[in-house]
C-alpha cells in the first residue's frame, strides 16, 4: 500500500466535497471531552464534597442521580448520533471515490439505512468490554461506599486507592488485563466491519468474519494506518490545543452560578446544560477535520484492501469445467 498516495487522495476527497466536513460534526461529538470535562467533573466534584461537608443525603443525592441521569442521556443520544455520523462518512466518501455528487442528504441517508447493523455491531464488539468494566467499577465503589473514608473519596483517587485491600487489587488488574486484548481486537475489528455493513450490506456477524479475514491478510498495514492516524491526530490535538483552552473557560463560566450560591437551582443547572452544550458542539466543530479525513482514510484502504481480497479469490479460484 502507497500510504503517501492515500493520504493525498483521503484529503483531495474530503476537501472537494466539503459537505462531509459537516457530516464529521456528528462523529466528532462526544460529551467527554476535554474541555466538556472541565463543567462536568468539577460538578460531580462539587456534589460530592457538599455530603462531606455536611450536607444533608436526602438533599444531595437526588442531585446527584439527577445529573448523572441527564449526562447519560445526553451520552447515549451523542453516541447514536456519532454512530450515524459515521456511517454517512462512509456512504459519502464511496461515492466521492467514485465521483458521484456527494450531499449532507445523502450522506446521512446512506449512513442511516445502516443504523440499526451499526449499532448491533458496536455492542457485539464492546459489550464483553463494558462488563468487565463495569465489574471492576462496581468492585471498587462497592468497597468504598463501605468504608469509612467518606464520600469525598470519589474526588481524590488516592483515598480510594487505600480503601481497597490487596485482593481486590489484583482482582480489578486481573479484569483489566482481561479486557485489554478485547479491547485492542475490537478496534481492529470495528473499521473494516463497519465499512462491510455500510458498504456491501452485511449483517452485522458477517461483518465481523469479513473484517477478520482483510485482518488476516492485511494485519501489518492495518496497523500501521492505526499508528499513522493517531499520530495525525496527536498532532491536531496540540494545534487544535490553541482553540480548546478558550472553549474550557466557557464550560468552567456555566458553573459559576452553582459555585458562588452554594445551590444548584432551575437556573444554574440550564445555565451550566448550556455552556457544557456549546462547549461540546464548538469542539466537535474543531474536530471534525481529523475525524473526517480519519474516516477517509480507513474508507479508501477498505476498498483497496477488498479489491485486493477479491483480486486474490480470482486468481486462486480453480478451472472449472464449462
Not at 474541555?35 to 450536607?55: K, R
Not at 432551575?266 to 477535520?289: C, E, K, Q, T, Y
Request: glycine share 12%; hydrophobic share 60%.
Amino acid at each position: 500500500m502507497d500510504f503517501g498516495n492515500l493520504l493525498a487522495q483521503a484529503w483531495q476527497i474530503v476537501w472537494r466535497h466539503a459537505v462531509l466536513f459537516a457530516v464529521g460534526v456528528l462523529l466528532a461529538l462526544k460529551i467527554f471531552n476535554g474541555s466538556a470535562a472541565f463543567g462536568i467533573v468539577p460538578l460531580f466534584v462539587y456534589l460530592t464534597e457538599m455530603l462531606d461537608g455536611g450536607g444533608e443525603m436526602d438533599q444531595v443525592m437526588p442531585l446527584l442521580v439527577a445529573t448523572g441521569l441527564i449526562v447519560s442521556l445526553v451520552w447515549f443520544c451523542m453516541w447514536v448520533l456519532r454512530i450515524w455520523g459515521e456511517g454517512g462518512l462512509i456512504y459519502g466518501v464511496k461515492q466521492g471515490a467514485e465521483e458521484q455528487t456527494v450531499t449532507f442528504s445523502g450522506a446521512l441517508m446512506g449512513g442511516g439505512a445502516a443504523l440499526g447493523r451499526l449499532l448491533g455491531l458496536y455492542v457485539v464488539l464492546f459489550i464483553p468490554i463494558f462488563v468487565l468494566t463495569l465489574m471492576v467499577t462496581g468492585f471498587i465503589v462497592g468497597i468504598v461506599v463501605a468504608s469509612d473514608v467518606g464520600w469525598r473519596s470519589f474526588s481524590e483517587p488516592a483515598v480510594v486507592l487505600e480503601a481497597i485491600p490487596v485482593g481486590g487489587m489484583i482482582m480489578a488488574s486481573v479484569l483489566i488485563i482481561l479486557a485489554l486484548p478485547l479491547g485492542l481486537a475490537a478496534l481492529l475489528i470495528l473499521p473494516f466491519a463497519q465499512r462491510g455493513i455500510v458498504l456491501e450490506g452485511l449483517g452485522v456477524r458477517d461483518s465481523i468474519a469479513h473484517s477478520v479475514e482483510i485482518l488476516g491478510i492485511r494485519l501489518g498495514e492495518t496497523i500501521l494506518l492505526f499508528l499513522l492516524t493517531w499520530g495525525l491526530q496527536i498532532v491536531f490535538s496540540w494545534v487544535s490545543g490553541i482553540f480548546m483552552g478558550p472553549l474550557t473557560l466557557i464550560g468552567v463560566f456555566g458553573l459559576i452560578p452553582i459555585i458562588e450560591n452554594q445551590e444548584m437551582t432551575l437556573g444554574s443547572v440550564g445555565m451550566a446544560i448550556i455552556s457544557m452544550g456549546a462547549v461540546v458542539f464548538l469542539a466537535a466543530v474543531i474536530n471534525s477535520f481529523i475525524y473526517t479525513y480519519r474516516s477517509a482514510i480507513f474508507t479508501l484502504a477498505y476498498l483497496e484492501f477488498v479489491e485486493g481480497l477479491e483480486h486474490d479469490e480470482d486468481v486462486f479460484k480453480p478451472n472449472m469445467p464449462y
